[in-house]
């Protein structure tokens, strides 16, 4: 069975500080990995998405993920957060055709003081 | 970009009756639907895959009898909470994919409340 472990539920950070969220999965098949934001009071966004190729993937608004197989992870970064990032942030493996029977895990609360 | 709606997006229902949620893929099509339970300040559980046309497959320890799910079109998927109990009152989200892209896109969720 899958499982996906978000070590950070709660971040506090500072505008212009870097983030990383930490992601960590465990699933023996092939891996689709997705990281998704939830705004105050709207429905899940993709962010960026992992399948196959470059571990190093870049998604919208800045952020980008790392796919590192040995160690089973999917950290999310962003050099430089903006008040507008306060959101929760979901990360996911992916089983299924296109990956898209998802297990989540428990999210992480941003809030960027400004 | 691809709007996914549910209706209602809020419900409260007394213990004992059935509700039925909506999700509609309102510019695409979907062949294939998802649907997610949310608890308070825990993350989204999958319950079930939906296809059009065929019968859902649901999650292990989810009652299909008690959860039904319908996808009789392309664009719409429901599901309908039967003989609801205090314990059903969750945050329940749809998701649908494109049947082109494969991507998938998540509706706004309806707050389910069993008095």
């Known amino acids: 069975a899958q499982s996906v472990s978000q070590h950070n539920h709660h971040v506090i950070l500072s505008e212009a500080a870097s983030l990383e969220l930490g992601c960590n999965y465990s699933?023996?098949?092939?891996?689709?990995l997705f990281w998704y934001v939830q705004y105050p009071g709207q429905h899940l966004q993709l962010l960026l998405k992992y399948f196959s190729g470059d571990p190093l993937v870049k998604g919208i608004k800045g952020f980008e993920a790392e796919f590192i197989k040995s160690k089973f992870s999917f950290n999310l970064r962003k050099p430089s957060v903006q008040w507008s990032d306060t959101a929760e942030y979901f990360c996911a493996v992916g089983r299924g055709n296109a990956g898209n029977m998802l297990t989540f895990g428990g999210g992480t609360r941003l809030m960027v003081k400004p | 970009g691809a709007v996914v709606s549910q209706h209602p997006s809020r419900v409260i229902c007394k213990s004992g009756t059935s509700v039925k949620i909506e999700c509609r893929s309102l510019?695409?099509?979907?062949?294939?639907m998802f649907w997610y339970r949310q608890f308070p300040k825990q993350s989204l559980m999958l319950m079930a895959t939906s296809n059009e046309g065929s019968k859902a497959t649901y999650e292990q320890g989810v009652e299909k009898d008690k959860f039904l799910i319908n996808h009789a079109s392309l664009t719409l998927s429901t599901l309908t909470v039967t003989s609801a109990h205090p314990e059903d009152s969750s945050f329940y989200i749809c998701?649908?994919?494109?049947?082109?892209?494969?991507?998938?896109?998540f509706g706004p969720g309806t707050r389910l409340t069993v008095t």
């Open positions: 998701s649908a994919r494109d049947g082109k892209t494969y991507e998938q896109y």
């Open positions: 699933y023996g098949g092939t891996v689709n």
């Open positions: 510019d695409f099509q979907a062949t294939t």
